[in-house]
């Protein structure tokens, strides 16, 4: 079996508890070798549509063949399936809860079976709660170094992959319609707007009251004062200079963004 991938984690485990250690734990039970980096384990509790993106956003920065183990699950125990994908970076292992469906959006599913043969978990009775020890952690470790995906369990549709969908982008000839996708933790509010859409055109954003500047860099705009800009991600988002503007504009994740062209 080859033994030179990489093991991508990402929870909502933080890191005051053992569980993200224990995690490590067993994946070094099975190949003591492999190279686990850890994407983030600070993802909100059980925000689904945060780990999405957070993968989304991720996967594109590691080499081929790396396999993610993402546990943000709020089903665990219930009868939600565990699940493995192949798709063409890699494999996806976690709960099938719709946390894949960004990256599957944009790389679709090869294949993908359901997790359930239990002589490659860490225990074959698994807790009710921590199904990132007792089965994903040790699933991926297998996978990365070289077993094959339908060792794991049978195969499923993959049009029955649960998916999380976001609001659509709707499209004008001056103006775009979307949605705020994630917070980071500097308060910065992400949209599903794509830079690609905006093109030379000059944008703001009409929002509680008040009119938003599309500009390229913070220092545009004076300390305090907020605007909107290509994030490294791609993306539109929306920042203050200099301060938080999740706290200062009162938005939360899913809801609708206006984009106007001047």
């Given at each position: 079996m080859s033994k030179n991938k990489i093991v991508a984690l990402l929870t909502d485990f933080g890191l005051q508890d053992v569980y993200v250690g224990v995690m490590k734990g067993a994946i070094a039970k099975i190949n003591p070798q492999l190279q686990v980096i850890d994407l983030t384990h600070?993802?909100?509790?059980?925000?689904?549509?945060?780990?999405?993106?957070?993968?989304?956003?991720?996967?594109?920065?590691?080499?081929?063949?790396?396999?993610?183990?993402?546990?943000v699950d709020p089903g665990v125990g219930s009868d939600r399936r565990g699940i493995a994908i192949q798709f063409p970076h890699g494999w996806l292992v976690g709960p099938d809860n719709g946390i894949f469906s960004g990256i599957l959006?944009?790389?679709?599913?090869?294949?993908?079976?359901?997790?359930?043969?239990?002589?490659?978990?860490?225990?074959?009775?698994?807790?009710?709660?921590?199904?990132?020890?007792?089965?994903?952690?040790?699933?991926?470790a297998y996978l990365a170094q070289g077993l094959s995906l339908e060792s794991l369990g049978k195969t499923i549709a993959l049009e029955s992959l649960a998916t999380l969908s976001l609001t659509e982008l709707r499209v004008g000839e001056t103006s775009i319609a979307g949605c705020i996708q994630y917070c980071d933790r500097f308060g910065n509010l992400v949209t599903n707007i794509p830079a690609d859409l905006l093109g030379g055109q000059n944008w703001q954003i009409e929002i509680s009251g008040q009119n938003i500047p599309v500009v390229k860099t913070y220092s545009d705009v004076a300390i305090a004062k907020p605007l909107a800009l290509v994030g490294s991600h791609g993306y539109l988002e929306i920042a203050v200079n200099g301060g938080n503007a999740q706290q200062d504009l009162q938005l939360k994740v899913g809801e609708i963004i206006l984009l106007l062209s001047e």
């Open positions: 600070e993802i909100p509790p059980q925000d689904l549509i945060a780990a999405r993106f957070a993968l989304l956003n991720a996967y594109r920065y590691f080499p081929e063949n790396t396999v993610y183990v993402a546990v959006d944009v790389s679709p599913a090869i294949k993908a079976v359901e997790l359930n043969n239990s002589q490659y978990w860490l225990i074959p009775n698994p807790s009710n709660t921590f199904h990132g020890r007792d089965i994903f952690a040790t699933v991926g």
